[in-house]
T-cell receptor, first 118, second 117 residues
């Protein structure tokens, strides 16, 4: 079973509008972390925002915020006031709880390509 | 503070040749990860170092792959007898437990794009 599922291969948004990118995850751990990364065409993975499984508040970081619904195992990224420079691939990733066999590696989804139109 | 750096950025080689990539993590980070990303996919975990110790390896890391982090600083990833299926972006990331408010966020380098002809 997929551990991270991003069901939107591509999304389009008008400049200055808000957009939501979906991500669902599957884990039996109680302690885990959820990350979103942006990957422009240059290839570098840029960290955007983090949500811990025990965090009661939705994470926010500038124009980025998360809609974290733990019971539904979803963590959707909301980008407000989209800019042309937001056009990129966006990945959701999970770090499951540290154990004897898990040292914090990330499991990534397939990604969503976001295109911002002027 | 410089970020994670990787060298080379691009490598073209012929099938059967050996290649070696280098990763320099953020200086205070003791955790180092290698990932592989093929076109249109998310990165997949290859291996993990804590200081100089290689503590976890993925099944993706065949016998032709070897990674080292001899002094707990930079790391190298070597692929022997390259195959066309090895063509991918190889990403390195580093982190430190307790950093970023305890999130242990991984920061990635720019990657090395390998093309095997």
């Amino acid at each position: 079973a997929q551990k991270i599922t991003q069901t939107q291969p591509g999304m389009f948004v008008q400049e200055k509008e808000a957009v939501t990118l979906d991500c669902t995850y599957d884990t039996s751990d109680q302690s885990y972390g959820l990350f979103w990364y942006k990957q422009p065409s240059s290839g570098e993975m840029i960290f955007l925002i983090y949500q811990g499984s025990y965090d009661e508040q939705n994470a926010t970081e500038g124009r980025y915020s998360l809609n974290f619904q733990k019971a539904r195992k979803s963590t959707n990224l909301v980008i407000s006031a989209s800019q042309l420079g937001d056009s990129a691939m966006y990945f959701c990733a999970m770090r499951e709880g540290l154990s004897g066999t898990s040292y914090g590696k990330l499991t990534f989804g397939q990604g969503t390509i976001l295109t911002v139109h002027p | 503070d410089t970020g994670v750096s990787q060298d080379p950025r691009h490598k073209i080689t012929k099938r059967g040749q050996n290649v070696t990539f280098r990763c320099d993590p953020i200086s205070e980070h003791n955790r180092l990860y290698w990932y592989r990303q093929t076109l249109g996919q998310g990165p997949e975990f290859l291996t993990y170092f804590q200081n100089e110790a290689q503590l976890e390896k993925s099944r993706l890391l065949s016998d032709r792959f070897s990674a080292e982090r001899p002094k707990g600083s930079f790391s190298t990833l070597e692929i022997q007898r390259t195959e066309q299926g090895d063509s991918a972006m190889y990403l390195c990331a580093s982190s430190s437990p307790g950093s970023e408010g305890g999130t242990d966020t991984q920061y990635f380098g720019p990657g090395t794009r390998l093309t095997v002809l």
